[in-house]
């Protein structure tokens, strides 16, 4: 049976709502992009400068982006946490002292559970930046550097449900964390250190943790006659042998493809006369989610495995991946 109030509502006009909200809140961004200011590099200062930590406090919608804020932060190289301003009446304001920054975010700026915080932070000397829409607000009265949303309509017919509003303190909250990281230097392999589990560690994960040893990277000299070659792509299960010149560089490979082309010739033929010149390979260092778009792109399901600062007989292989290793993982 139809709902009677989904049938009141075409679908071409539930999906014009939502390419409006969309656009509402698209346009919101850009006026908040153009207000940045030189507040936001205070903002930055101030938070570089904390000997301790980043707190972050705001109540209702304000407050689920202010855990968005602290978790962002945190995962990029500046510790943060999140305190509900009305647990922080009753014994959490203990959980900021001096040589903390406190964080403040409120759209009317008039949130009445938010004065405790304040005047706590006023007393033990901790820096406040305010985040709300309103300069004469509360907050911005006791915040030390004031980062002040612009004027826009929430994307509720009625003004009232924060939308417009919310998703301009997210967007505020990424832009400062981004920027610290970039002023940390916070890389990628610091990024892996606080990520070692979930899919975001499994990306950043370097191939060398993921390769097989060279115990198991099937091998073969050029002179090697194609019976054997085949014996070790088969012992080994990887459906590719490595083709290595007397210093153990790689030089070729062959393939389940190599053979087919060559099929008439294997009798008589050896490894060199079969194999593919250049065949693709990947850096021990370079990440997981990189070995495996090259793999992908290159359409071959296994490559060896280089080393990158070998100092003497460069090319040689130290382990293989196969496109199966980053699928066990979870990568695809």
Known sequence: MQNTVRSAYPADTILERGIEVVRVEAAALQ???????????????????????????????????????????????????YVHPGEASHGDLGMLIPGD?????SNSGNTSELRAFLEYASKIGV????????????????ADIKLCLPA??????????????????????????????????????????LHPNGSLGLRLTPVSDIMHPSSRVPLVDQSTHMRDVILTMTSMGFGIAGVVDPAGRLVGAITDGDLRRHFEELSAATAE????????????NMRAEEALQLLNDSKVTAAFV??????????????????????RLGLN
């Open 306 to 327: 280089i080393e990158p600062n070998a100092p003497v007989n460069t090319n040689v292989p130290i382990g293989i991946v196969h496109i199966h290793d980053f699928l």
């Open 31 to 81: 006026l908040l992009a153009a207000s940045l200011d030189q507040s936001f590099v205070m903002a930055c200062d101030a938070i570089l400068d904390s000997r301790r930590r980043v707190v972050i406090t705001g109540m209702g919608k304000s407050g689920h982006v202010g855990r968005k804020w602290a978790s962002t932060m945190a995962a990029t190289g500046t510790p943060a946490f």
């Open 127 to 142: 820096p406040v930046i305010g985040v709300a829409s309103r300069m004469d607000s509360l907050v911005m009265r006791n």
């Open 152 to 193: 826009a309509r929430e994307a509720c017919p009625a003004n009232i449900a924060p939308t417009t509003s919310t998703t301009m303190q997210l967007a505020l909250g990424d832009a400062l964390a981004m920027a610290l990281m970039d002023i940390r230097g916070f890389t990628a392999d610091c990024m892996k250190t």
């Open 101 to 105: 920054v406190l964080i403040v975010i």
């Open 273 to 284: 006369e079969v194999m593919t010149t250049d065949p693709i390979t990947v850096n021990a």
